[in-house]
C-alpha cells in the first residue's frame, strides 16, 4: 500500500527556516515525481512546488520559488522541503503527495495526512 | 486566466445528486482531476482526466468537462459524501505549475 507521511512543522518565527520531510513507502519511489501543497486556515488548496522523478528537476510557485527549496532523496525514500525566510503568510498545513505517472508528469494520485506550520 | 472558479457550497438532501462545477480557461485544453478533503484526514483523488473514477471510488462519483468548465456530479448522496471538493489542472501555459479551485464545501442535508 503507498504510504506518504509528513513531518517537520513546526512554529517559527518570521524569517526563520524549517525543513519538512515526507516518508514515502509502497511504491518506487524513485520513477516518481513528488509534489508539496498546502493549504492556509480557512482557505484552498495552493500547490508549491514539484520534483522529477530522479530530483534532478524541480519547479516551485511564484509565491516562494525564491524561498522555498524542494529536492527528494532516494536512497531514503524521502522527499524534503527546505522553507526560508518564512513569512506568516506561509502558515499552512503542508501535504506531499505522489504523481501517478511513473515516465512523466501527470498528476497527483496519493497523498499524506499533511504536517502544520505556524509562523508567528 | 490561471485560475478556477468553484461555488462556495452546494447542499443536497441524501440521494439526491450534488454538482460542483469548476470553471477556467485552463480546461480547454488541460485535464480536470477532483479531490475530497475532509478534516484531519489525506485528501482523496475521486476523479482523474476528467472522467476517469480510480480504483475504489464509487460510481456514483461522475466527472465532466466541456470546454472552460467541469462538472463534479455525486449521483444520490449519502451522508458520507460530506466534504469539501477541489478541483484541480494543469496551468494551461505553464506545464508543470497546478492550479487549484477555491473549493466546495457540499453538504448532505
Known amino acids: 500500500e503507498v504510504h506518504l507521511v509528513e513531518s517537520g512543522g513546526v512554529v517559527v518565527q518570521p524569517g526563520g527556516s524549517l525543513r519538512l520531510s515526507c516518508a514515502a513507502s509502497?511504491?518506487?519511489?524513485?520513477?516518481?515525481?513528488m509534489y508539496w501543497v498546502r493549504q492556509a486556515p480557512g482557505k484552498g488548496l495552493e500547490w508549491v512546488c514539484l520534483?522529477?522523478?530522479?530530483?534532478?528537476?524541480?519547479e516551485c510557485a511564484d509565491s516562494v520559488k525564491t524561498r522555498f527549496i524542494v529536492s527528494k532523496d532516494n536512497s531514503k525514500n524521502s522527499l524534503y522541503l527546505e522553507m526560508n525566510s518564512l513569512r506568516p503568510e506561509d502558515t499552512a498545513l503542508y501535504f506531499c503527495?505522489?504523481?501517478?505517472?511513473?515516465?512523466?508528469?501527470?498528476?497527483?494520485?496519493?497523498w499524506g495526512k499533511g504536517t502544520k506550520v505556524t509562523v508567528s | 486566466s490561471s485560475e478556477l472558479i468553484q461555488p462556495p457550497s452546494v447542499s443536497v438532501f441524501p440521494g439526491q445528486a450534488a454538482r460542483i462545477t469548476c470553471s477556467g480557461d485552463a480546461l480547454a485544453d488541460r485535464y480536470a482531476y477532483w479531490y475530497q478533503l475532509k478534516s484531519g484526514q489525506a485528501p482523496v483523488l475521486v476523479i482523474y482526466d476528467d472522467t476517469e473514477r480510480p480504483s475504489g471510488i464509487p460510481v456514483r462519483f461522475l466527472g465532466s468537462n466541456s470546454g472552460t468548465k467541469a462538472t463534479l456530479t455525486i449521483n444520490g448522496a449519502r451522508v458520507e459524501d460530506e466534504a469539501d471538493y477541489y478541483c484541480s489542472s494543469k496551468d494551461s501555459s505553464q506545464n508543470n505549475k497546478w492550479l487549484f479551485g477555491g473549493g466546495t464545501k457540499v453538504t448532505v442535508l
Open positions: 509502497g511504491f518506487a519511489f524513485e520513477e516518481h515525481a
Open positions: 520534483v522529477s522523478g530522479d530530483g534532478g528537476r524541480a
Open positions: 503527495a505522489r504523481d501517478a505517472s511513473s515516465s512523466h508528469y501527470d498528476y497527483m494520485d496519493v
